[in-house]
C-alpha cells in the first residue's frame, strides 16, 4: 500500500452557497484545506463589504466548532462596483480578491459585467494597491461557438486588459483550453486548474444521451486540451494551482434545468491524485495542491500535514442534504459510483 503526506492543501476556488446546502457540505473541504477562496456569486452576489462581512459569518457557523478552515472572501464585480468600497475591503482584509465575472457568463452571473473597459479605473487601483483579480475567462456573445468562448476571451478581452495593466495579479479561473495553458504561462498569470477538467471531455456530456452531471461552465473541450491540462497541472510549474470549482446544485435543479457545476469537494484531493499518478507525477502534486497557490498569492505555506493513501475508495452515488435528521435533498459528487485509488487518510501534525 502506498501511502505519503503532503503540506495541507488551499481551494483557490470554490463554490460554498448558503443556508442548508452549505451547512451540509463545507465540511468536505473544512476537513482537509487550509483555505479556499470562496465565490461571491450566491443569490445576492457579494457586492459590498457589508455582504462580505455577513456571508462570512454565516460561513463561519457552519463550520464545525474546533475548525481551523479560513474562507478567503471575494468581491463581486459589476458595472456599479464602487471602487473605495472594494480598495477598503482589500485593505481591512475583509477581501482577498475581485471576481470578475462576464454578465451571464454562468450561474448568479447576471449582474456581472457587461463591458470590461467600464471596470478601468478599478483595475489602475487593484494593480496599485495589488489586489487579485479572479476571472471567469469567456465571451457571452452568443454568436461565438460555446466551445470558442475561452479562447475568444482570452485574445479579444483578456490580451488588451494585461496589455493596459501589466503589474495587475490576474488568476484566469478553471481553465479548459491549450490555447489559456500557452497564455497563463507567457504572460505570468496564474490558473486554476479543476479535477473534472482534468478527468473529462466534452464527450461525457453526451454519453448515454444529454448528461448535465458533466455540464460546467466554462464546458470541457476537446480531448488534446484535457492532454494539455494534465500537463500542465503535473508540470510542478508555479502558475498552475488547485482550485475546485465545485459547484454544488441540488439534484432536483440539476435534473430540471441542468445548471452549470460540478460538485466534486467530496472528491476533490482523491480525484487529482488519481490523475498525477496515471502521469506519473505524485512528486509534483504537492506543488499544485499546497505550495504554488500560497506563492502565487504571497501567503505562509499551511503547517499541518495530510496523509494520502493508495486504498479502493467507492464514491456515493449521492450525499444527503440534511435538515433536522431529515434527508432533505441530495446532490450527486463528481465520481459518483466509480472506485478511486486514493483516500485521505487524516491530518498529521
Ligand atoms: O459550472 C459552473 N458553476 N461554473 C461557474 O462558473 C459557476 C458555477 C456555479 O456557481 O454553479
Ligand atoms: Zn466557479
Redesign the pocket.
Known amino acids: 500500500m502506498k501511502t505519503f503526506t503532503i503540506l495541507k492543501p488551499d481551494d483557490w476556488h470554490l463554490?460554498l452557497r448558503e443556508g442548508l446546502v452549505l451547512k451540509n457540505i463545507i465540511n468536505f473541504t473544512s476537513k482537509y484545506f487550509g483555505r479556499a477562496i470562496v465565490?461571491p456569486?450566491t443569490k445576492t452576489p457579494v457586492t459590498t463589504i457589508d455582504k462580505a462581512i455577513f456571508y462570512k459569518k454565516l460561513i463561519s457557523e457552519a463550520l464545525p466548532k474546533s475548525s481551523k478552515f479560513e474562507p478567503l472572501m471575494t468581491m463581486y464585480l459589476t458595472d456599479e462596483t464602487n471602487k473605495e468600497e472594494l480598495i477598503n475591503g482589500f485593505k481591512n482584509n475583509v477581501f482577498f480578491a475581485a471576481k470578475l465575472?462576464p454578465a451571464n457568463?454562468?450561474?448568479?452571473?447576471s449582474h456581472g459585467v457587461k463591458k470590461i473597459e467600464n471596470l478601468y479605473e478599478i483595475f489602475e487601483s487593484m494593480q496599485e494597491s495589488g489586489m487579485p483579480l479572479l476571472i471567469?475567462g469567456e465571451v457571452t456573445d452568443s454568436e461565438v461557438d460555446i466551445f470558442d468562448r475561452e479562447e475568444v476571451f482570452i485574445d479579444k478581452e483578456l490580451s488588451p486588459l494585461i496589455q493596459r495593466f501589466p503589474k495587475l495579479k490576474i488568476v484566469l479561473?478553471?481553465i479548459t483550453t491549450s490555447h489559456a495553458v500557452s497564455f497563463v504561462e507567457e504572460n505570468n498569470l496564474g490558473a486554476t486548474i479543476t479535477p473534472h477538467h482534468l478527468h473529462i471531455n466534452r464527450n461525457a456530456m453526451f454519453f448515454g444521451g444529454l448528461n448535465s452531471d458533466f455540464?460546467?461552465?466554462?464546458v470541457a473541450k476537446r480531448e488534446n486540451n484535457r492532454i494539455a491540462l494534465r500537463k500542465a497541472a503535473t508540470s510542478g510549474k508555479e502558475c498552475f494551482f488547485l482550485g475546485t470549482?465545485s459547484?454544488?446544485?441540488l439534484r432536483q435543479w440539476k435534473a430540471f434545468c441542468g445548471?452549470?457545476?460540478?460538485f466534486n469537494s467530496p472528491v476533490a484531493i482523491e480525484s487529482y491524485l488519481q490523475v498525477f499518478e496515471e502521469e506519473n507525477a505524485l512528486d509534483q502534486f504537492e506543488k499544485f495542491a499546497s505550495l504554488n497557490g500560497p506563492n502565487f498569492y504571497n501567503m505562509p505555506i499551511n503547517k499541518e500535514k495530510i496523509r494520502l493513501v493508495s486504498r479502493l475508495n467507492k464514491i456515493p452515488e449521492f450525499i444527503d442534504v440534511i435538515d433536522k435528521n431529515k434527508v432533505v435533498g441530495q446532490i450527486k459528487p463528481f465520481h459518483a459510483g466509480e472506485t478511486l485509488n486514493w483516500q485521505v487518510e487524516g491530518i498529521v501534525n
Open positions: 463554490h465565490m456569486n465575472y457568463a454562468t450561474t448568479n452571473s471567469h479561473e478553471h455540464y460546467c461552465l466554462p470549482d459547484a454544488p446544485h445548471c452549470a457545476g460540478i
